[in-house]
């Protein structure tokens, strides 16, 4: 599909969106005889899920590593039948120590990596991410794209400060890394998949942007590849789309979204969390307003919070990269919201 096409899609009014979603994910389940799976996290898989049970099949079963999730989170998968509860390869504590923080994003954090080993032989790559600059191999031209933005290069490039000598970059006091996702979701995940002759389907949507953008642009709902089969029936969908249809499904939101309700301008918000994840991730967290993640963990499970933060260096990794964490936010007491219905 290419990206007119999909923008133009996006652009569709809600339920002919929802029409098409019910179409991609009745053509993938047919294609694949019904051998299928609902990877499941958080609200928007939660939604697929019970969206998929009621519009293709009863008995397509959810799958998640669901010890990684918000106990909310947890409990609310507990309520489901047909559920398939995994065990993450290596534990939160064994991937931090291992490999390092999952701090900035997925894409940054990979590109941090390379430029925390000593010696990397991979010279030219780490000009690219220092100045831009792809040298012989990429024709001399220059990419923003490959740069990691200066803020993160004075953090975290200090070995390799002499390609950026107008630069005072640091080296951080501990690992980044991209890698927990892979040990502790998608490994034990890719062997249920391997084990069963299922295909997944994810709650994934191009509006969240980033990678997730790029593949479902280029890749469409329905992709069906050499090593990878995926189905992402809300990839068109806006955040307004999908918690209009958790409301049209009367999905139980868990508690650490609040509940979905209405700003006075009309827009649909959960009035706590936006999004969620695995409760030590901290990708994204230093663009969150407060109270962000961590202080709504500190809220709910303070002996959780306390052990991240203090025992396992959180704290530290916050601090580095000018987040708060230690004062409690001003918590607004009434929020401007009208629940929905």
């Keep these: ?45 939660i939604t697929l899920l019970t969206f998929l049970r009621e519009t293709v099949a009863k008995d397509i079963p959810g799958v998640s590593v669901s010890s990684l999730e918000d106990k909310s989170i947890q409990a609310v998968h507990k309520d489901f039948d047909n559920f398939v509860s995994l065990k ?26 390379h430029l925390q080993k000593p010696d990397n032989p991979k010279q030219t790559f780490i000009h690219a991410l220092m100045t831009g600059d792809m040298g012989e191999q990429g024709k001399f031209q220059h990419s923003d794209k490959i740069k990691l933005p200066d803020k993160w290069l004075r953090l975290f490039a200090g070995l390799y400060n002499d390609h950026r000598p107008d630069l005072e970059c640091k080296v951080a006091p501990f690992k980044v890394s991209d890698r927990c996702c892979y040990w502790m979701k998608e490994q034990p995940c890719d062997l249920y998949a391997k084990g069963t002759g299922r295909k997944p389907y994810m709650g994934l949507m191009a509006s969240e942007g980033g990678q997730r953008e790029l593949g479902l642009m280029k890749n469409g709902c329905n992709y069906y590849g ?28 868990p508690e650490i979204y609040g509940e979905i309700a209405r700003d006075p301008d009309g827009t649909l918000e959960t009035t706590r969390a936006q999004r969620t994840g695995c409760t030590m991730c901290g990708f994204g967290i230093h663009i969150e307003k407060r109270p962000h993640r961590f202080d709504r963990l500190r809220e709910d499970n303070p002996k959780e919070w306390k052990f991240w933060m203090y025992d396992m260096g959180w704290g530290v990794v916050l601090d580095y990269i000018g987040v708060e964490w230690e004062t409690p936010p001003i918590i607004q007491t009434e929020l401007p919201f009208e629940t929905a219905v």
């Design 88 to 113: 993450p390869l290596k534990s939160k504590v064994q991937v931090l120590r291992e490999f390092g923080y999952p701090v900035v994003s997925k894409m940054k954090a990979r590109k941090i990596e």
């Design 1 to 45: 599909m290419d990206p007119a096409t999909f923008m133009q899609k996006q652009s569709l009014p809600y339920q002919a969106k929802i029409r098409h979603a019910e179409l991609r994910a009745r053509e993938y389940y047919d294609r694949l005889n019904g051998a299928v799976y609902v990877s499941v996290g958080g609200l928007d898989s």
């Design 226 to 253: 050499k090593t990878t089969t995926r189905s992402c029936p809300f990839a068109i969908f806006s955040r307004q789309d999908l918690l209009q249809l958790a409301l049209d499904l009367k999905v139980q939101v």
